[in-house]
């Protein structure tokens, strides 16, 4: 039998239809984006309305926080929920939840009694609502595309990551400057379209398991082993968790290097447009990269380079400025999260695709609601300037570690026993520099 994924296949074997016709995928894909989109404009109203209520960057940390935390808490066991549950309910089950979390602040800022308390439980409950969707369609990705379009599936998504970024920061910013209720109405809104479009979708996001499911405790069990017996994976997932956590400062920092010089919030949403059009355009040229240099030295010199542009963003208050050192730091992120998300999907069984993400995003995410809460305290103490300096150290200390270790001199492959049929095992352009 030939190997579906295999592009020599006999000439019997028919090309599958390209994404930008697969119903079911062009769902699925628009309706998260719809979500991001609205979930990206309330990234920089968030942190503004904060400020504009209490003056204090760690009230905004607090705040940010809050909406890290489930990164922390809810993760392994939102994974091994994801991979016992029906996907699409789950989807739309949060989808709802998530309307009524950011219609409640869109109502509480109109009638003028938002709370520090509010703010911070909404977050949360908005960020473990975003948890368990996000696992969710990661592990309905492979439902919905062949295995020989996976990796552009995967890429196509990042894409629309960064591309919410791109407009929904900006639209936030124009937002809030209207009304500060607006972003979150508008982020309720996308809510309601997201809902919509996953209820049309007609294939099933996950298989039928083999047998009887072990208990919950025991498959997070098993998902732990599987993830830390592959030490490629492991020490790659510390180092991303580390850059994460240092970003949570650079991001607040930003905000106030921007509110400093006199910008508004549209100028912030500029700002972190231009990180947008970076990570877009990495995120689409990323596969193309990723076959060509090793994921081991995409980390290093990535990281790298984060050294030595974050000390740049101290040094200036000109927004264009600001913006190309954000649009060349989110150019490596999204080359860094096409190839790590390529590879990991494709070495995970199907079965654990929930618990290994989830724990890979506890790992990666988790550390990062205390580099917000931490960030707050930095940039209140030792101000911008040398907040950034410390950062750009740490990211030169991870870069070295990077190059050195040789841990991501190996990358882990799984049995072939592991695949789904048809499941390309991991490709080439993983190997060692």
């Known amino acids: 039998m030939s190997d579906p994924a295999d592009p020599s296949a006999g000439a019997g074997h028919a090309a599958p239809a390209p994404l930008r016709r697969n119903r079911d995928f062009l769902l699925l894909w628009g309706g998260v984006g719809l979500t991001l989109l609205g979930a990206r404009a309330c990234v920089v109203a968030y942190p503004f309305l904060v400020l504009w209520k209490t003056g204090e960057a760690r009230d905004a940390g607090l705040v940010g926080f809050a909406g890290l935390l489930p990164n922390l808490l809810v993760q392994l066991p939102a994974g091994a929920l994801v991979d016992r549950w029906d996907r699409r309910r789950l989807m739309i089950v949060c989808d709802i939840g998530a309307v009524l979390v950011a219609g409640s602040v869109a109502a ?22 975003a948890v368990f969707y996000q696992l969710a369609e990661r592990a309905a990705v492979r439902h919905v595309v062949p295995a020989e379009q996976l990796s552009a599936a995967l890429g196509q998504n990042e894409a629309r990551w960064r591309a919410a970024g791109l407009l929904g920061q900006p639209l936030g910013g124009l937002l809030y400057t209207a009304a500060r209720w607006a972003p979150f109405l508008f982020s309720a809104v996308t809510h309601v379209l997201s809902l919509l479009a996953l209820l049309p979708i007609r294939t099933r996001l996950q298989s039928e398991p083999d047998g009887p499911r072990a208990p919950l405790v025991a498959e997070l069990r098993e998902g732990l082993t599987w993830t830390w017996r592959r030490r490629f994976l ?36 500029l700002v972190t447009a231009a990180g947008g059009i970076g990570g877009t355009v990495g995120a689409l040229t990323g596969m193309r990269v990723a076959r060509r240099v090793p994921l081991r030295a995409v980390v290093a010199g990535g990281t790298a380079l984060w050294a030595v542009l974050v000390p740049v963003l101290a040094l200036t208050g000109s927004p264009v400025l600001l913006g190309a ?20 999907v494709t070495i ?68 072939e026993a592991d695949l789904p049929v048809g499941e390309p095992a991991a490709a080439g352009y993983m190997d060692a520099v």
Do not use: C, W
């Open 108 to 129: 509480a800022v109109l009638a003028d009694r938002i709370g520090l308390a509010h703010l911070v439980a909404a977050a949360f409950a908005e960020s473990t609502l």
């Open 234 to 269: 492991r020490v790659l997932v510390s180092l991303i968790a580390g850059t994460n956590l240092l970003f949570q400062v650079i991001s607040l920092a930003l905000v106030l290097i921007v509110r400093e010089n006199g910008g508004s919030a549209t100028t912030l949403g």
């Open 325 to 344: 050192v954000m649009a060349a730091m989110a150019y490596v992120g999204g080359l860094t999260n096409v190839a790590g998300g390529v590879y990991q």
């Open 348 to 415: 995970t069984p199907e079965r654990m695709q929930g618990r290994v993400s989830s724990l890979i995003q506890l790992l990666a995410f988790g550390t990062s609601s205390f580099g917000a809460l931490a960030g707050g305290y930095l940039l209140d103490g030792l101000g911008v300037t040398r907040t950034l300096g410390a950062i750009a150290a740490a990211m030169a200390v991870l870069a070295l570690f990077a190059v050195v270790s040789p841990a991501l001199r190996h990358p882990d492959r799984a049995p």
